[in-house]
């Protein structure tokens, strides 16, 4: 039972592309996931763009997590990682990868010397707060909104 987080390369993108429409899918919002290869390894490849891992149990891929770093948090003046998209297969949850990819994110947030790590989750979406509240992970109690302009 091996369970190895690697850094996506460029020969990963449709493993990604796949990844991000079962995880589009599974959140119900298939129809905005439009990313074609090009789009992806352009924001994989600029300096301080998304950045992809590829969770593998015993060498088969078994899920992927993406993120990126906000260039300031003013008030600390430290980067914060910010996790974009996470998701485990299912014939491989409950095996400990879900755990590995955020120990990976909280390493990489320590070496990067970030203030903190920041998520979403759909609020319908019980078995995954459960989860990150046994990571460790809090939901926001404060009185801050996230507000969105599409473009």
């Known amino acids: 039972m091996a369970i190895e987080i690697r850094k996506a390369q460029d020969a990963d993108a449709e493993l990604v ?9 599974y959140e ?12 992806l390894l352009t924001l994989l490849n600029e300096p301080n763009g998304l ?6 149990y015993n060498g088969v891929p078994a899920g992927f997590m993406t993120y990126y770093f906000y260039k300031i948090a003013t008030f600390s003046g430290k980067r914060v990682m910010y996790i974009e998209d996470v998701f485990v297969d299912e014939e491989y949850r409950r095996f400990g990868i879900g755990k590995e990819l955020f120990d990976f994110a909280k390493k990489t947030a320590s070496d990067k010397q970030c203030a903190r790590i920041e998520w979403k989750c759909l609020d319908w979406n019980k078995s995954a707060q459960s989860f990150y509240e046994k990571i460790g992970g809090s939901c926001s ?11």
């Open 51 to 56: 950045n992809a891992v590829i969770a593998e």
């Open 141 to 151: 109690k404060d009185e801050w909104l996230t507000y969105t302009i599409d473009i």
């Open 17 to 25: 592309i796949a990844y991000l429409k079962k995880l589009a899918e």
């Open 28 to 39: 119900k919002l298939s129809e905005v996931c439009n990313i074609t290869k090009e789009a």
